[in-house]
């Protein structure tokens, strides 16, 4: 039985080749394996075009899918157009019915304006309106069809129908320069609207055709103005009852309407129309039209006596009823004409009988017999059974019964449950009843009452669509099956239904639910399952459902039983929000804990949403460190250092104020001062050069031991130091050194500000030339939020728990509650340091909370930290060891206030020029982490600190400058001039 609408089992099959036999391709799309298609209903070939129908809306999606080449020849296939719901098309009208009749007659059964609402298009052959319609029809349509079937139009019986909608258009102005392959290339163009172009056929009178592979197109290609070649062209909907017509004898209808006669009135040759015989002048005499204008031809011409001219007369017979129309196919009526009267053509048009001949008279008397013939149509009308009709109005059987009835010639039609036998007489018409008759045969087929089901399944029906002209259904009665097949067929039918009824049916159900729900069942229905020995069950391998294997039946019981049993657990959510929940419960002692209420409560806890990875680096610092990205910094080029790193400071270098110049004096005096007394040693004022601090030992510890360590540093920094402080004044220029003073100074004390204002403004002051890579900067934000996720999702867990009782799962929160919370604790730290943090130490207390899965919060000096017990003292211990190994560590603004980071420049001036704040922090903070080699980007370009070297070394040139660090000291800055010694 058909399934899915007419449109949906419809396809177009586009470009098929004139040599193409129809049954080759019928056979091809009915073959799944070639074409994807399957059985078709009905295949019909006009021209190099084909419309299938399938029986199924599932093949047509199939087929349509893919591509299809067939003996070389790619064929292009789409889905039927859709009806077009803003066109009308009225059939049957008298020709000679004037267009204000119709518009009259239209507006009446529409209730719409001719003026506003919509526009009449006349066929050629003036039987035929289309009625395009400026909005789409409101009216239900088979009302609107059925009153037009009521009212007949000029004394003739209209129908109305839909129209599909075209995929070609009518293109209108065109210049003779322009040919097929132009228009193809401008239309398939985005100016045109980028639809693909299926082909181009040109026409008379600067016409074109142009046909789209989508309908759609059609659509968007008439919303736009076109202009080509300096012509606008006017575009229109193609239809072929409106213009084919017109196309096939565009040019040899011009030459006949000319002037057939060597200057007389001219002789208009009217279309043809429906029961009409209208004269029409033979084509071949139309080069007669086509005179030349030589006085001397005309002369000539005109002496000579013009040759007789035969008439050809025409008359069509139109017939709109298709069953009446192919009972004319079966019948030898036409054939019998046109054997009795050879100078006469009688032929079985699309739509009607055409008759054309040299005698008005005759062509009038064979039009009577075709007459004759229609109008002496019998029609019997059959009532049986549903099962009986159904049978009958299948696709195969009609083509099957239709072939016998050929010979009557008789034909059928299936509406409901009658059946309308037409043929040419009332002898005919019983002899063709008769016949469908004896070629229908009934049997049945018994069956047990428990099996009935069977023939609900999709195997039943696989099995009938296997059988050949076969319909079957179960008896009013039950018991047995009522089958109808063709007589000859019936006990190859009956014993494929027999030997499918007789063996069992084995299927395989799948059952698809949670993976937390089919675990509950094979934990605590394991009974139930074990139990259902007549079918195999298998859990899918995804995990979420249960494959059910065995007999048709058992399967569809076990399958239901199973279904209820789920539809009666109860599931819920439980969330569980405290510091280390996930990890707790993904350890030993919480899986133990849901162990126990799992087996008390007979439930199932799934644990699928609950996270928890444990961090493998113990040294929190060293991880800290691994998780700052590579950094990168802008700084200038030696010659505009100093002014570049203190541009943008309020009375600055550039400022001519009395102030700013007592600065710069000042400083000057300082620096002579210093120069003068210049030693081996480390002065203990000014700026001291390697700090020789070990961060990580006990300030309580000797001086010796300092002195050891000091003694420990790599030769390479102090002999840094030694060739900085024994270098003489003239080393470097005595103004830049001073300006150099100057900026720290001013960055430091301007206008008394606060230590934070400064540090502030200074560190404000290196961004604008130091702002990070923004590559950096998202990598650094991906490990910040990868790290605050894995602690949010240590810090709350959510569990899906399944039991066969509400109360069950009231009972499972409140036991989990109350075991998480007395596990929970809280420890205090003291220390001074946290009151002022690095970011290098914050980062090291997130890993802590990572860690150990802990929550820590810092009030001041006071660090609180809480949940699980076992958790806090394992913090407690890292948290601890982190303040004592960073306690000599500063903040960033007091690292860019006591310490500066300088890298020499290689030449006769050998300058100190500073690194910017920003790169200061890192390469401090680097120092101190006690990291021999750290990278870093310069202007984008990739470098390393060697701290054993001290050098810096850029990877791309090759070349390294020596580094050195210092302790900045304000007092030293500050001082007068008079007080330094």
Request: contains cysteine; proline residues 4%.
């Amino acid at each position: 039985m058909a399934e899915g609408s007419l449109e949906e089992r419809s396809l177009e099959i586009l470009d098929i080749p004139d040599d193409l036999d129809d049954d080759l391709l019928s056979l091809y799309f009915d073959n799944k394996r070639r074409s994807g298609g399957g059985n078709v209903v009905s295949l019909e070939k006009h021209g190099n075009h084909a419309l299938v129908v399938f029986e199924d809306a599932e093949t047509t999606a199939r087929v349509v899918s893919k591509s299809h080449v067939l003996q070389n020849n790619t064929l292009t296939v789409r889905r039927k157009p859709p009806k077009d719901p803003g066109k009308l098309l009225l059939k049957g009208l008298n020709p000679h019915t004037s267009l204000d009749h119709v518009e009259l007659y239209v507006e009446n059964v529409t209730g719409m304006c001719c003026e506003t609402d919509f526009i009449l298009y006349l066929s050629p052959n003036k039987d035929l309106v289309l009625v395009h319609l400026n909005q789409p029809l409101d009216k239900d349509f088979q009302m609107l069809k059925d009153e037009v079937s009521k009212k007949p139009l000029n004394g003739a019986k209209v129908t109305l129908e839909q129209v599909e909608s075209t995929d070609s258009i009518l293109v209108a102005n065109l210049s003779p320069a322009l040919t097929e392959d132009v228009l193809e290339l401008y239309f398939g163009s985005s100016r045109a609207g980028g639809a693909d172009v299926l082909a181009v056929c040109m026409l008379a009178d600067g016409r074109a055709k142009v046909s789209f592979k989508d309908v759609k197109s059609v659509g968007d290609v008439l919303q736009k103005s076109h202009h080509l070649e300096g012509t606008d062209l006017v575009v229109e909907p193609y239809f072929d009852f409106l213009h084919a017509l017109e196309d096939q004898s565009s040019v040899s209808a011009q030459d006949e309407q000319g002037t057939l006669t060597d200057g007389n009135q001219p002789q208009t040759v009217s279309p043809q129309s429906p029961t009409a015989s209208v004269p029409v002048v033979s084509a071949s005499l139309g080069h007669k039209a086509a005179l030349t204008d030589n006085a001397t031809n005309l002369a000539t011409t005109a002496s000579v006596p013009e040759p007789s001219v035969q008439k050809e007369h025409v008359s069509f017979i139109s017939v709109l009823d298709a069953t009446k129309h192919h009972l004319l196919s079966l019948s030898s009526l036409l054939e019998n004409l046109k054997k009795d009267h050879p100078k006469f053509d009688v032929s079985l048009a699309k739509d009607g009988v055409q008759i054309k001949g040299p005698d008005q008279s005759e062509v009038e008397r064979l039009k009577n017999e075709v007459l004759k013939f229609l109008t002496g149509v019998v029609v019997d009308h059959l009532t049986y059974d549903k099962l009986k009709a159904e049978f009958l109005g299948r696709e195969d059987v009609k083509k099957r019964l239709n072939l016998s009835l050929k010979s009557v010639p008789s034909t059928y039609s299936v509406s409901g449950c009658t059946v309308s036998v037409m043929s040419p007489s009332r002898s005919a018409v019983r002899q063709a009843r008769d016949l469908i008759e004896s070629q229908i045969s009934e049997f049945t087929v018994p069956i047990a009452k428990e099996c009935e089901s069977v023939l609900f399944s999709t195997e039943w029906s696989d099995i009938l669509a296997s059988l050949d002209f076969c319909s079957a259904k179960l008896s009013d009665a039950g018991g047995a099956i009522t089958a109808l097949t063709l007589t000859g067929m019936e006990k190859d039918n009956e014993e494929k239904m027999v030997v499918f009824l007789s063996t069992p049916l084995q299927r395989e159900t799948v059952l698809s639910m949670e993976p937390g729900m089919l675990k509950f069942l094979q934990l605590h229905h394991q009974g139930l399952l074990a139990d259902m020995g007549e079918v195999i069950l298998f859990p899918l391998e995804t995990g979420d459902g249960l494959s059910i294997q065995g007999e048709w039946r058992v399967c569809q019981s076990a399958a239901e039983l199973l279904s209820a049993i789920i539809g009666s657990i109860f599931t819920k959510t439980i969330v569980v929000t405290q510091p280390g929940i996930s990890r707790f419960l993904m350890e030993e002692e919480g899986v133990s804990i849901l162990g126990e209420m799992t087996a008390k409560f007979e439930v199932y806890i799934d644990m699928a949403r609950v996270h928890w990875e444990p961090l493998e680096d113990d040294d929190i610092l060293e991880l800290a460190w691994k998780m700052t990205t590579c950094q990168n910094f802008q700084r200038s080029s030696s010659a505009n250092s100093i002014q570049e790193f203190t541009a943008g400071v309020p009375n600055g270098r550039n400022s001519t104020d009395a102030r700013t110049s007592a600065h710069i004096e000042e400083a000057k005096k300082i620096l002579a001062v210093i120069g003068s007394d210049l030693n081996p040693q480390p002065s203990s004022l000014g700026a001291t050069d390697i700090e020789s601090v070990d961060l990580y030992s006990d300030q309580s510890r000797d001086t010796s031991a300092a002195a050891e360590e000091e003694a420990d540093q790599p030769q390479s920094l102090q002999a840094h130091d030694l060739q900085s402080s024994s270098a003489p004044m003239n080393a470097c220029s005595l103004d830049e050194d001073a300006d150099f003073l100057v900026a720290i100074q001013m960055s430091m004390e301007l206008n008394q500000r606060s230590d934070a204002e400064d540090i502030q403004k200074a560190l404000e002051l290196s961004r604008s030339d130091s702002m990070p890579n923004q590559e950096n900067t998202q990598l650094e934000r991906a490990f910040e939020m990868s790290l605050q996720d894995a602690i949010k999702s240590a810090n709350k867990a959510e569990i899906c728990v399944f039991a066969n009782y509400n109360h069950d799962l009231v009972r499972v929160d409140i036991a989990l509650g109350k075991k998480v919370g007395l596990r929970q604790c809280e420890e205090k730290v003291e220390n001074k340091n946290l009151r002022k943090l690095s970011s290098h130490q914050k980062r090291c207390i997130e890993l802590i909370k990572r860690k150990h899965a802990v929550e820590i919060s810092i009030q001041g000096t006071t660090a609180v930290l809480s949940g699980f017990k076992e958790y806090v003292s394992e913090a407690v211990i890292d948290l601890k060891n982190v303040l004592r190994r960073t306690q000599s560590m500063m903040t960033d603004a007091e690292i860019v206030k006591t310490v500066q980071w300088v890298w020499v420049e290689q030449g006769s001036s050998s300058k100190a020029i500073p690194y910017p704040p920003d790169a200061t922090v890192f390469i401090e903070n680097a120092w101190k982490m006690k990291q021999k080699k750290t990278d870093i980007l310069f202007n984008n370009q990739p470098c390393s600190i060697d701290f054993e070297k001290m050098e810096e070394h850029s990877l791309a040139s090759g070349k390294s400058v020596p580094i050195k660090r210092k302790m900045l000291s304000t007092e030293d800055l500050y001082t007068d001039g008079a007080g330094t010694n």
